[in-house]
Each structure stands twice: as structure tokens, then as C-alpha cells.
């Protein structure tokens, strides 16, 4: 499920970045007191009073500014704005309302979005300084008193901001609907394949990179299954996010990914693996994704006798970490092998999604550990008592043992891979959860 999205913004050095740390819980931000330090957006993923949502802190927004950079600042801003579902406008108590404070309100105004105000730099104790009730000519609601740097008052703004929060979606979804989210760095060719699947132009397809910045969703029907395909734009190497807008593009992917039960990985032919992919594999991978990597434009290789094995190896020296992940050649362009996408999307759907009884598994466990027996440290040997299946996708076990010190990674590995060949779990992760019994379980 994707997350909410909730914009910091307000005009310079009022203490955006300095409250966006205090509620990330880590110092994320540069903070320097210089008006336009922040010039790009950064994010994090916070979660308060149990709603979860991804914070976003903007440069400081000069609406009527003509300098190069205070104007693409106040870009910047616009696009958090539009696909914020909450606003915190940060004003500074110590200055007053300012003509730049009523213009930036008069600009959430317009958006139409529920905008929180955060009345920063109240840091002395007690009643906050009379100054604060200058901001209600705001007419966007009651200022929140706040401390950004002693945290005063942060508590009472999250609560207000979480009250404006969507409810989580509680629409029954298709059982049988399989949600792919096609990734890749830009140029791989998400868009063409797409669009050769629906055959029509329903996404833009350009050679430019990073063409698509929004996560497109379009229902397709393929015989008896449905499948909901998720366009996503490019993710780049962060050097490379010089747009404006490609910042919340990333943002918008890793929500495309989370939403998902299949993350299709492409990878360009051309160029082979690259950093990036390994990124976006990786964070597919560590949400517990079922993945499929997809070649594509393997029309544009030339081919020899092992070609495509060797450029397999190729890819699975580089994701090692997700063998499991099947891997197709495909052309977008010709439509090769474009079929086999949706047959394996909902095979390792289905596989993220299995469920093998205890007395199974237990048999399984009981057998690797008499073929390989469990590693031992100074005389202590590591003992399986138990295995169960606490969850699906992914696939999620509980392991009961003696003692978890001993539960080596590489002895784990050994009874994942002895799952992988009883049940098959392909094309998914598998998770373990190591737990000791306690002495009066034992």
C-alpha cells in the first residue's frame, strides 16, 4: 500500500528543514541559517500515532521572486504541493506574518489540499508569544505553537496532520487482480512495453529520458486473468536528478513498488546491469517483492550460440541476492516473448502468496538437518525445535531454536534453498524470523 504523502513548505529560513529532521528522527537535512539552503526536496518515511506517510521538505518558496534559483525553489514546492495529501506551512513567530507568508498561503489555498500550520520557534516556555495569533489572518486554520529544534509542540502538529490523513483505502480489491509495477531506470522502455501490450499509444513514449514522472495505472484483461500495470517514471542516479519534478518521481516509483505484487524489473540489453538497477532491484527485494527481471530490447543484441545464458549469468552475478527472480528477454519493440511476462507475473504471484501447512515444513527441516548437520560454536550446537509459516507475500517463517547466535546466515541460506526445491518459491523472497525458546519452553 502506498504511502501518504505530507509537504513541509513555507517561505525561507523559517525552520523547514530543521522540523522535517525532528520528525524523521535523524538529522536528514542540511540545516544552515541562510535563507535557501535547501534547494532540493529530500523524503523520508515516518509513521505517528500508527498512520505511516512519507514527509517531504521543500526549498523556501519566494512567489514573486525572479532569481534563477528562488525560482525553481518555488517549482519544487508546486509539484511537492500537488501530490502532497497534507500541507504543513512552517511561519516564524519571532518575524511575524509577513506579505511573503500571506502569498504562500494564498498558493496552498488554491491547491485545495488540508494545510496544517506550524508556528515555529516558540521556544521559550510557557504561552506562546502573542505574535502567533497574527497567523489566523492566514484564514487556513489554528497555528500550531511549535519548537523545531526542542521539539515543543511536534507531538500536537502530527496529531492535527494525521487527522487530515486519508483513511486507509478499504475498497475490497479483485481477489485475482494481479498488480504489476514496471520499474526501471529511464529509457529502459516502460512505456513501449506498455503500450505494445494495450496496442495503443496509452502512455507517452519518447526517447528522452525520464518522459513518464508520474506511476500510470491501466487495467488489462488477458484471457481469464486481469492484471493492473503500473507505469512508473525512471529512476536515475541521484547526480542525475537535475528537473525539477524527477525528485518526487522517485518518490512515486517506490510507492508504484510498495502497492504492488509483482515488481517487473527491466533492464536495458544495450547497457546491460547498471548501478541503478541494482538499486531498484534491491528496493523491490527488500519489500518483500515477487520480481521478474525482463531484457528488453533484445532485438538490438547481436546473438551467438550462449548469448542469452551468458548475459543471464551476467545479471545474476550482478542481483545475486535475487536469483529466485526469473529472467525473460524481451523487445517492446517487436513484441517478443511479451505473453510470457503475464503468465510468469501471475506464477510468481501466486508463489509469493503460498502457504505450506507445519507438519510439511517440519518434515522438510527435519530431513535438511539430518543430511547437513546445524553449525556449533565452543561445544554448542545450533538446534531446530520448530518451524511454522507466520505470513505471505513474501513468504514469511518462524523458526524456534536453541539459541539464535548460532543460526548462522550461510546455514539459513542451506534450509531456505532446501524450501526453494520442496515448494518452489520462485520468483519471490523469503523472509526468517529466528526466535530462542525460553527455558520453560524447553
Known amino acids: 500500500m ?20 525532528k520528525i524523521i528522527g535523524k538529522r536528514i537535512a542540511i540545516v544552515e541559517d541562510t535563507p535557501g539552503v535547501t534547494r532540493d526536496r529530500l523524503y523520508g518515511d515516518t509513521e505517528w500515532n500508527g498512520k505511516q506517510f512519507t514527509l517531504i521538505d521543500t526549498g523556501g518558496i519566494e512567489p514573486v521572486s525572479t532569481d534563477h534559483i528562488l525560482s525553481e525553489m518555488r517549482n519544487q514546492a508546486q509539484v511537492a504541493i500537488d501530490m502532497a495529501c497534507v500541507i504543513i506551512l512552517v511561519v516564524d513567530v519571532k518575524e511575524g506574518m509577513t506579505a511573503t507568508d500571506k502569498d504562500v498561503a494564498n498558493m496552498l489555498i488554491r491547491s485545495g489540499k488540508p494545510v496544517v500550520i506550524a508556528c515555529n520557534k516558540c521556544d521559550a516556555p510557557g504561552e506562546p508569544p502573542l505574535q ?57 522502455g516502460k512505456s513501449s512495453l506498455i503500450n505494445k501490450v494495450l496496442g495503443e499509444n496509452r502512455v507517452i513514449v519518447s526517447p528522452i529520458a525520464g518522459t513518464t514522472r508520474d ?64 538499486k531498484i532491484a534491491g528496493y523491490a527485494h527488500e519489500q518483500g517483492k515477487a520480481s521478474i527481471i525482463a531484457v528488453n530490447k533484445w532485438d538490438l543484441v547481436e546473438k551467438e550460440t550462449n548469448t542469452m545464458a551468458e548475459f543471464r549469468k551476467k545479471v545474476q552475478d550482478k542481483l545475486s541476492y535475487m536469483l529466485y527472480a526469473p529472467v525473460l528477454f524481451i523487445s517492446a519493440k517487436t513484441g517478443q516473448r511479451i505473453d510470457k511476462i503475464f503468465e510468469m507475473s501471475k506464477y510468481v504471484a ?6 505450506i501447512s507445519t507438519g510439511m515444513l517440519n ?17 554448542r550446537r545450533l538446534k531446530i525445535f520448530y518451524i511454522t509459516q507466520a505470513s505471505v507475500k513474501p513468504p514469511t517463517f518462524v523458526l524456534f531454536v536453541n539459541d539464535k547466535k548460532l543460526a548462522h546466515f550461510s546455514y539459513i541460506r542451506y534450509l531456505e534453498n532446501q524450501l526453494r526445491n520442496t515448494f518452489g518459491f520462485e520468483g519471490t523472497p523469503i523472509r526468517f524470523i529466528i526466535r530462542e525458546r525460553s527455558k520453560e519452553d524447553k
Do not use: W
Open 215 to 278: 506511476s500510470i495505472d491501466t487495467r488489462f484483461d488477458k484471457d481469464d486473468d486481469k492484471f493492473l500495470l503500473i507505469d512508473t517514471a525512471g529512476m536515475r542516479k541521484r547526480g542525475k536528478i537535475d528537473e525539477n519534478i524527477e525528485h518526487f518521481s522517485v518518490i512515486r516509483t517506490l510507492n508504484a513498488v510498495d502497492r504492488a505484487d509483482v515488481a517487473l524489473i527491466m533492464i536495458d540489453a544495450t547497457e546491460g546491469v547498471t548501478e541503478q538497477d541494482t
Open 363 to 379: 518434515d522438510v527441516i527435519n530431513d535438511a538437518t539430518t543430511r547437513v548437520q546445524p553449525p556449533s560454536d565452543k561445544g
Open 350 to 355: 501466486n508463489q509469493s502468496a503460498m502457504r
Open 132 to 188: 502567533m495569533y497574527d497567523f489566523y489572518n492566514l484564514s487556513i486554520g489554528d497555528p500550531i505553537p511549535v519548537s523545531s529544534v526542542h521539539g515543543s509542540g511536534v507531538g500536537d502538529l502530527l496529531d492535527e496532520v494525521c487527522k487530515e490523513l486519508p483513511e486507509a483505502d478499504t475498497e475490497e480489491e479483485e481477489e485475482d487482480l494481479v498488480k504489476i509495477a514496471v520499474v526501471g531506470k529511464p529509457n529502459a
Open 2 to 21: 502506498a504511502k501518504p504523502v505530507v509537504a513541509i513548505v513555507g517561505r525561507p529560513n523559517v525552520g523547514k528543514s530543521t522540523l522535517f529532521n
